[in-house]
């Protein structure tokens, strides 16, 4: 079946140091792949978009990394800060035609000062 | 740019009552999204528009659903009968065009079926 994996529990880490959020999936074909933030009681914000053929894209303190083989994206944020304290979804864009995006769940960071 | 706009952002109903939820996308954005998110299911794609025809809405979870785009700037979801399990937050989102669709989401209205 198809599936895509984040992380279910939150992730805690202390502010300065790099979080590593995780993104799996399984049968599907991504065309592309984009992280989402989502602050509470607000909508999901772009944040990076990486392509199928792309290793790594960065973006300020953001950085994310696909690899297709794996299947699996990692989205790390540099010198974290409590500000960055949110959800963070990724999202597969399937190849083929298919003009729609499919959601993980997300997972939730919280840094601590 | 206001960005997308969604109302009501929060709807109290009881069970049986029609509900209606509007969306003005952002203008020149060819295409608009409903999608639902629960704690249990996440985010999940409902229907989505291209020039205002439906061009998916494999997502729609049954007949209870409808949704519409008279024109380029306006979109409702409409559940009638709502149901208690139709609780969740509703997002509308639009993109600029296929091939390079961020999605620019709403700030969601929340449903709440008694």
């Known amino acids: 079946s198809q599936k895509i994996e984040q992380n279910s529990e939150a992730l805690n880490i202390q502010e300065g140091k790099t979080a590593t959020l995780t993104c799996n999936y399984t049968?599907?074909?991504?065309?592309?792949l984009q992280w989402y933030r989502q602050d509470p009681g607000r909508g999901p914000v772009f944040l990076l978009l990486?392509?199928?053929?792309?290793k790594e894209k960065r973006k300020e303190r953001l950085k994310v990394t696909f690899d297709t083989t794996l299947k699996q994206s990692l989205f790390h944020i540099t010198a974290s800060q409590p500000a960055d304290s949110a959800t963070y979804l990724c999202?597969?864009?399937?190849?083929?035609?298919?003009?729609?995006?499919?959601f993980g769940a997300g997972t939730r960071l919280a840094v601590h000062p | 740019d206001a960005g997308v706009i969604q109302s009501p952002r929060h709807e109290v109903t009881e069970m049986g009552q029609e509900v209606t939820l509007r969306c003005k996308p952002i203008?020149?954005?060819?295409?608009l999204f409903w999608y639902r998110q629960t704690m249990m299911r996440g985010l999940e794609l409902l229907i989505y528009f291209n020039n205002n025809v439906p061009i998916d809405d494999s997502g729609m979870p049954e007949d209870r659903f409808s949704a519409k785009m008279p024109n380029a700037s306006f979109s409702t979801l409409k559940i009638q009968p709502s149901e208690p399990r139709d609780s969740a937050v509703y997002f509308c989102a639009s993109s600029l065009r296929q091939g390079v669709d961020t999605q620019y989401f709403g700030p969601g209205t929340r449903l709440t079926v008694l």
């Open positions: 990486i392509r199928e053929n792309e």
């Open positions: 049968n599907y074909s991504p065309a592309y």
């Open positions: 999202a597969l864009k399937l190849s083929g035609g298919y003009n729609k995006l499919i």
């Open positions: 203008s020149g954005h060819d295409y």
